[in-house]
């Protein structure tokens, strides 16, 4: 098992999500972070099973959400 794999067993997705300070519902539903709208269209799965964004299609892991919320490349994620 290499580093990244690691961190994605050892870090949920909504727990990660509460560390950066985003809150979600109680189905794990809130706004996208990565566009503009008002209602919540985006999926945290419990786990290590990543997210989901049914308005714009983000999805990943949660070094793909890091990645894409600071606009970080791989390695700095």
Do not use: W
């Amino acid at each position: 098992m290499n580093f990244a794999d690691e961190i994605k067993q050892r870090v949920s997705m909504i727990e990660m999500l509460q560390y950066y300070g985003i809150e979600t519902n109680r189905s794990n539903f809130c706004r996208c972070p990565f566009h503009q709208e008002k209602s919540a269209s985006f999926k945290a799965y419990s786990g290590n099973r990543g997210f989901y964004c049914f308005g714009c299609g983000a999805h990943g892991s949660v070094i793909d959400f890091v990645m894409q919320y600071f606009g970080l490349n791989f390695q700095d994620a």
